[in-house]
T-cell receptor, first 115, second 113 residues
C-alpha cells in the first residue's frame, strides 16, 4: 500500500517552454502533497506544501509564479515549471501524506532537463 | 528551528561488514524520526521510523535504528551489509508542523566486494 507515482519519469524540453509533472497517490487519499527539488548529490529541498483544494504554501525563496502547484483532487497534484530555463534542470520528487499523518510516501522522481 | 545532522557524507564498507550511519537532531522535544534510502535516480523508500515506545526499531532490509534521547540521536545499523545496500541514506524528522520533514544532508554508502 501507500504507492505514489510520478509522470513523466524524465522530460527534456527547450528553454522557454512549460513542463507539467504529475504526482498521484494510487491507493490512498493524499490530503497533503509535497514537492521537493534535489540537486546532484544533495539532500531534498522542500519547495511547497499543498493541501487538497487549497492554494499551495511555498517555501521561502521559491517562485510561486514559476512553479505552479495544483492539488485539485485527493489523488493528484501537479507541478508546472513555467518558462523553464537550464537552471531549472533538476530532479523533482513529490510525496504524499494522509489525514495529518507524520509519514510521507515518496514518488520515484522526475528528471527535468532544460536545453 | 529544528535541524538534522548526518556527520558522514560518504562511508565505504566491505560486503558482510557491519554498518552504522549516524544521525543527530536538534529540537526541543522528541520528534518523529525516519530513515529513508534512495538509489540513484530513484525516489525515497522508507526504511524505518520511530514515533514512540521501544527505542530500538526494526525496519526493512535488515536495518534497525536506536533512538537515544540523551544524545538526540537516531543511528541506523545493519549487522551485515550487502552490495545492494549501496545507496544514499537520509535521516529525517517531523516535528508536527503540517507533516513537514526536515532532512539531513545524506550519507552515501559504498559497498566494496
Amino acid at each position: 500500500g501507500a504507492v505514489v507515482s510520478q509522470h513523466p519519469s524524465r522530460v527534456i524540453c527547450k528553454s522557454g517552454t512549460s513542463v507539467k509533472i504529475e504526482c498521484r497517490s494510487l491507493d490512498f487519499q493524499a490530503t497533503t502533497m509535497f514537492w521537493y527539488r534535489q540537486f546532484p548529490k544533495q539532500s531534498l529541498m522542500l519547495m511547497a506544501t499543498s493541501n487538497e483544494g487549497s492554494k499551495a504554501t511555498y517555501e521561502q525563496g521559491v517562485e510561486k509564479d514559476k512553479f505552479l502547484i495544483n492539488h485539485a483532487s485527493l489523488t493528484l497534484s501537479t507541478l508546472t515549471v513555467t518558462s523553464a530555463h537550464p537552471e531549472d534542470s533538476s530532479f523533482y520528487i513529490c510525496s504524499a501524506s494522509s489525514g495529518g499523518a507524520r509519514e510521507q510516501f515518496f514518488g520515484p522522481g522526475t528528471r527535468l532537463t532544460v536545453l | 528551528a529544528q535541524s538534522v545532522t548526518q556527520p558522514d557524507i560518504h562511508i565505504t564498507v566491505s560486503e558482510g561488514a557491519s554498518l552504522e550511519l549516524r544521525c543527530n537532531y536538534s529540537y526541543g522535544a522528541t520528534p518523529y524520526l525516519f530513515w529513508y534510502v534512495q538509489s540513484p535516480g530513484q525516489g525515497l523508500q522508507l526504511l524505518l521510523k520511530y514515533f514512540s515506545g521501544d527505542t530500538l526499531v526494526q525496519g526493512i532490509k535488515g536495518f534497525e535504528a536506536e533512538f537515544k534521547r540523551s544524545q538526540s540521536s537516531f543511528n541506523l545499523r545493519k549487522p551485515s551489509v550487502h552490495w545492494s545496500d549501496a545507496a544514499e541514506y537520509f535521516c529525517a524528522i517531523n516535528t508536527g508542523t503540517a507533516s513537514k520533514l526536515t532532512f539531513g544532508t545524506g550519507t552515501r554508502l559504498q559497498v566494496t566486494l
